[in-house]
């Protein structure tokens, strides 16, 4: 399962790069449907004992947006589901007709809004302004085939101090009730201090939200 993992990862970035598909509005708002929902790597975490049964939860915030679409994110162990240990925004746009980016944003004050997956009233207060911009860290996905997008974050931008790292990098694949990803951390001398080695999680679609 690792080793298939990674080549998936390999194949599916040297395909987009070399021959990604033509995007458009309609690709656009495809993609946020396919990311918006609840997500689970049970299975994953079932067969191998490497990955931790992880819970990923996305939310769709501020629809009257006019600029793309945005998602409150949450991360926890399902053994923590109260105890995320990531929160996270995401926006969604058309970079040029083949390149669609999810930018990052951390969020300022975090424990006020743990659980809005569940009670959006604690996302009525979140707004642009209690978020802060991730530099470097977007996810820059290409259209792979009909049902599939993949992308990565941009060579060594992404800066993390985490367990030492220097910079890290995030590889995602995207199918309709599927998503891979893949993070790693990777020190001054580009070896990896965090992250999953061998491959990515992988997050089964458990439940949709309305888009």
Not at 113 to 139: A, F, H, M, P
């Amino acid at each position: 399962m690792k080793s298939l993992l990674l080549f998936f990862f390999l194949f599916l970035g040297e395909f987009a790069t070399a021959q990604s598909l033509p995007v458009n509005a309609k690709d656009l708002k495809t993609i946020y449907g396919y990311m918006a929902g609840e997500f689970s790597s049970e299975a994953q975490a079932t067969r191998d004992s490497t990955f931790y049964h992880v819970n990923l939860r996305m939310v769709p915030i501020w629809p009257k947006s006019k600029d793309g679409y945005w998602l409150y994110v949450e991360q926890s162990v399902a053994t923590a589901p109260d105890k995320p240990y990531r929160q996270r925004v995401y926006h969604l746009t058309l970079e040029d007709d083949t390149t669609i980016v999810s930018q990052v944003y951390e969020i300022r004050n975090p424990t006020q809004y743990v659980g809005g997956w569940k009670d959006q009233e604690k996302l009525e207060n979140l707004s642009t302004d209690s978020l802060i911009n991730r530099q470097g860290c977007g996810i820059y996905l290409h259209k792979v085939d009909k049902e599939t997008f993949s992308g990565s974050t941009p060579g060594k931008q992404c800066l993390s101090s985490l367990r030492g790292a220097k910079y890290a990098t995030s590889q995602v694949v995207i199918h309709p009730d599927t998503i891979v990803s893949w993070d790693r951390g990777w020190d001054i001398y580009d070896k990896q201090v965090w992250g999953a080695v061998m491959g990515g999680y992988m997050f089964i679609k458990t439940a949709r939200y309305k888009t």
